[in-house]
């Protein structure tokens, strides 16, 4: 599959939104069969505190969002410093990637949980979706749960297509 040729106005958008960094997150959830789907994403914003409701934008075609349709659920698993690897694995697409990282999901869980590489996870209900807007879904989430694994690391980062952590010295 060809990707089409980037226009001039994408790629100025592009370096534009590149200067914003973000933190880094995987969406994770179960398709109808049980198994576990997720990717990398960087478009998180928290929407009410109550309820508390997030966002996400998924990339539209990929097997992540319609398992969040028809699951009706998922989890934010928050990257922490030593997240990178992760992230770079969620966002290839490798379709063994919940085969090469230890994940975890009790009864009540959206999704898989990361523990060993996510600071915090929100498990979410979804509470809506918007019109898609280019080639991604803005899905709404209600937030029914958070757990924390490792409080201390400090949040992955993106920006400048590079990954960083939160200067040391700042603590939450």
Request: proline letters at 9%.
């Amino acid at each position: 599959m060809t990707r089409p040729v980037e226009s001039a106005r994408a790629k100025e958008f592009r370096s534009l939104m590149s200067g914003f960094p973000t933190g880094v997150v995987v969406v994770t959830t179960f398709g109808p069969d049980g198994g576990p789907h997720g990717m990398t994403c960087s478009s998180l914003c928290s929407v009410a505190l109550d309820p508390p409701t997030l966002l996400v934008c998924v990339r539209q075609g990929s097997s992540t969002l319609e398992a969040v349709e028809q699951r009706g659920s998922f989890a934010v698993n928050v990257l922490h410093s030593g997240g990178r690897p992760v992230a770079e694995l969620f966002a290839s697409g490798a379709p063994d990637r919940f085969d090469r990282v230890p994940w975890r999901a009790g009864p009540a869980a959206a999704g898989p949980h990361l523990p060993d590489y996510a600071r915090t996870v929100a498990d979410c209900k979804v509470t809506g979706t918007a019109k898609p807007v280019g080639d991604h879904t803005v899905v709404f989430g209600e937030v029914l749960e958070v757990t924390s694994h490792l409080t201390a690391a400090a949040p992955l980062l993106y920006g400048l297509r590079r990954y960083a952590t939160w200067p040391t010295g700042h603590r939450a």
